[in-house]
C-alpha cells in the first residue's frame, strides 16, 4: 500500500474532523458516507488486483469494515441534528480514528506490496520443505532432552534431468529461511538445488514438524545486545565459540542428511537432483560467518560466499586485548561480498580483522566485492519486501534500488558458483582459465581478484 492511500485516509478523516467542528455537529450521515467508502474503494482495487489480500491489510481491513458497519447503524437510528458539544469532542473523535487507522495501516506500510525479481535460469523452480532430527544432538533451545531438529526449504530445478550442484545457506542473526529467497530461484532455475535453513532459535521464528511455532530463543537474544568486542574480546570469544558451534554443527548435519538421502533415494524429486561431490555454502552476517568456518572443516566444500561476516570461526584467542586468528590459509575458493555498512570500517572492527586481512591479498583464492550504494540489510529480501525497516535498520541511506542491489548480488553469487562448482568459465569479472576479463561490475562496484585473475574495476553481522 506504501505511505500515499495512507496519507490520504489521514486528510479525509481531518476533513471530516473540521466540517464536524465547523457545523458542531456529529455528522451521522456524511461519516457513514465516508466510511462506505473507505471500504467499497478497496474492495475494487481487490477485485481489480490492484491490490493483493495479504497479511499487511489484515487489521486495516477489520478497522474499516468495523467502523463502516457501525457509522451505518448511527445514521440509521439517529439524526444529524445532535450537537458534538464544542471543540474538544470532535477532536478527540477525528485524533482516536486517525490513531487507529495509523495502527492498523503499520503493516502495509513497513512491508508494501513489491514484485519479485524474475529467475534468469532455463529452469522452472519448485519448492519443498522439510524437517530434519539430528539424533546425535540435544536441543539447546526450548524442551530439554530433545533431538536437535531442523526445519529446511529447498528450491530447486523442475522437470529436470541429471544432478546438479548442492547450496547450502545460512540466514543472519535474526533472520529466517526465506530471507534470500530471490537469490535461491535464481540459483535453482539456473540448475542448482538450494537447501536454506531456519537454525532453530537463531531464526526470528520457525515451526516444528507439528505445526507449533517456535520464536528465537529470548536468551540468545540477551547474548546479542551484550556482545561488544570492543569491550571485552574474551567475552565475545566465548560467545561467539557458542552461535557458532550451534550453527557449525546445523550445517554438519544437514550436507550430511542431503549426502545420504540422495545415495539412498536416487528417483527422489529433491535429492534424487542433488550432486553431493559439488558442493557450495553461503550465508549472510552471522550465517556466513559459520558457511567460512564450514569451508575450513570440511574437504567436499568446493566454494564459500559470506554476505558481510566475519571470520569468528577463525577466531582462535584472546592474547593482549587482540584477537589471535587462524594463519593458515582459507583452503577453498571463498567470496566475501560487502555493502558499504562494513566496507570501509574492516579495519576498525576487531572481529573483522581476518577480513580486512583477506582484501589486502592475504590467500590467492580469497576474492571480495564491494556492492557500491548498498547496506548491510540490502544483502537480503528484506529490502524488497520492506524498504523502510530496512533504510532504518541499515542506519545509513542507500543509493540503489532494493531491485539493482540484489540483481548485481544474484549475479555475483550465480558467476562465482558456475565458476568454481560446474567449471564455467565465468567467474565474476573474470575468466578462471584464460585470466581475461568477460565482464565489469555494475558501475560503483568495486571488485578485487587475487592469485592469478587480472583486476577488474567497475567503477556485520
Known amino acids: 500500500m506504501g505511505i500515499g492511500p495512507w496519507v490520504l485516509m489521514l486528510l479525509l478523516e481531518l476533513a471530516l474532523t473540521v466540517y464536524r467542528m465547523r457545523t458542531n455537529a456529529v455528522q451521522r450521515r456524511a461519516t457513514a458516507i465516508l466510511r462506505e467508502l473507505s471500504v467499497l474503494l478497496p474492495a475494487a482495487l481487490l477485485a481489480l488486483s490492484t491490490l493483493r489480500w495479504g497479511f499487511r491489510y489484515y487489521a486495516l481491513a477489520a478497522l474499516l469494515l468495523t467502523s463502516a458497519a457501525v457509522g451505518l447503524l448511527q445514521w440509521l437510528r439517529k439524526t444529524d441534528a445532535k450537537k458534538e458539544g464544542g471543540r ?63 526445519a529446511v526449504e529447498f528450491w530447486y530445478p523442475a522437470h529436470a534431468a541429471g544432478h546438479f550442484p548442492l547450496i ?11 530471507s534470500n529467497e530471490t537469490l535461491f530461484r535464481a540459483l535453482a532455475s539456473h540448475g542448482y538445488v538450494v537447501c536454506s535453513i531456519d537454525h532453530s532459535g537463531h531464526c526470528l521464528y520457525t515451526t516444528r514438524e507439528n505445526g507449533s511455532p517456535m520464536p528465537i530463543d529470548r536468551g540468545y537474544l540477551g547474548e546479542l545486545r551484550r556482545e561488544d568486542a570492543r569491550a571485552d574480546r574474551r567475552a565475545s570469544l566465548a560467545l561467539y565459540q557458542k552461535w557458532m558451534g550451534v550453527r557449525v554443527a546445523d550445517i554438519h548435519f544437514v550436507i550430511d542428511s542431503i549426502a545420504a538421502r540422495a545415495a539412498a533415494a536416487p528417483q527422489d524429486e529433491v535429492y534424487g537432483l542433488v550432486d553431493a561431490q559439488k558442493i557450495g555454502v553461503i550465508g549472510h552476517s552471522l550465517g556466513g560467518s559459520a ?20 571470520f569468528l570461526c577463525d577466531i582462535l584467542a584472546v592474547e593482549d586485548g587482540a584477537f589471535v586468528f587462524e594463519e593458515a590459509p582459507y583452503p577453498v575458493p571463498v567470496l566475501a561480498i560487502y555493502s558499504d555498512s562494513a566496507w570501509t570500517q574492516l579495519a576498525d572492527w576487531p572481529q573483522y580483522a581476518q577480513n580486512a586481512r583477506l582484501r589486502a591479498g592475504r590467500d590467492k583464492d580469497a576474492y571480495n566485492l564491494h556492492l557500491a550504494g548498498t547496506g548491510h540489510l540490502s544483502l537480503t529480501d528484506l529490502s524488497l519486501a520492506s524498504p523502510l525497516l ?17 540483481t548485481r548480488l544474484n549475479e555475483a553469487c550465480l558467476s562465482f558458483f558456475n565458476g568454481f562448482l560446474k567449471d564455467a568459465d565465468t567467474v565474476y569479472g ?12 555494475s558501475e560503483g562496484d568495486v571488485l578485487t581478484w587475487r592469485g592469478g585473475f587480472p583486476p577488474c574495476v567497475g567503477t556485520r553481522f
Not at 519448492?127 to 531438529?149: I, K, M, N
Not at 567460512?292 to 566475519?310: H, M, T, Y
Not at 530496512?390 to 540484489?406: I, K, M, P, Q
Open 88 to 150: 474538544a469532542r470532535p477532536l478527540w473523535r477525528g485524533g482516536a480514528m486517525m490513531a487507529l487507522l495509523s495502527l492498523a495501516s503499520l503493516p502495509a506500510i513497513l512491508f508494501p506490496e513489491y514484485a519479485p525479481l524474475p529467475a534468469t535460469g532455463e529452469y522452472p523452480v519448485k519448492t519443498a520443505v522439510q524437517y530434519l532430527a539430528d539424533p546425535d544432538r540435544t536441543e539447546p533451545f526450548g524442551r530439554q532432552g530433545e533431538a536437535r531438529a531442523l
Open 168 to 178: 547450502v545457506f545460512s540466514h543472519g542473526a535474526f533472520g529466517l529461511r526465506t
Open 291 to 310: 558457511a567460512l568456518g564450514i569451508g575450513r572443516a570440511r574437504g567436499d566444500v568446493g566454494a564459500v560466499i559470506a554476505l558481510e561476516s566475519p
Open 390 to 406: 530496512t533504510r532504518l535498520l541499515n542506519g545509513h541511506r542507500c543509493t540503489v534500488s532494493a531491485e539493482d542491489g540484489l
Open 430 to 441: 573474470s575468466s578462471a582459465g584464460a585470466g581475461r576479463p568477460l565482464h565489469a561490475p
